[in-house]
Nanobody
Framework: EVQLVESGGGLVQAGGSLRLSCAVS????????IGWFRQAPGKGREGVSC????????YYADSVKGRFTISSDNAKNTVYLQMNSLEPEDTAVYYC??????????????????WGQGAQVTVSS
């Protein structure tokens, strides 16, 4: 059974930092890319960042570039999203998801096969 479990969400003031973790089981990071998506109330699901351990590829949405950093620990089968300089606009439920590397970089939700349950991130002004 494939499982992705997010942790590390919470409430933080603007300018603060949080680190999200995505613990993956049932598949390996050698075979799958992991993406982070977010969904704010009343909005669609937005691709934030993804990483493909097989080739070292990373992607960031323009809205988070320079503030967020994605990384992976293949030994722990875990992907991290370090979020710095958080803004109220970053408030959303954050999901991690797994996809084949050759389609993951487009960050289209329909291309992702497995999803976590989501973690709430709230940034107060």
């Amino acid at each position: 059974e494939v499982q992705l479990v997010e942790s590390g969400g919470g409430l933080v003031q603007a300018g603060g930092s949080l680190r999200l973790s995505c613990a993956v089981s049932g598949i390996t990071l050698d075979d799958y890319a992991i993406g982070w998506f977010r969904q704010a109330p009343g909005k669609g699901r937005e691709g934030v960042s993804c990483i493909s351990s097989s080739d070292g590829y990373t992607y960031y949405a323009d809205s988070v570039k320079g503030r967020f950093t994605i990384s992976s620990d293949n030994a722990k089968n875990t992907v991290y999203l370090q979020m710095n300089s958080l803004e109220p606009e970053d408030t959303a439920v954050y999901y991690c998801a797994a996809a084949w590397p050759r389609v993951a970089t487009m960050m289209l939700p329909d291309d992702y096969d497995y999803w976590g349950q989501g973690a709430q991130v709230t940034v107060s002004s």
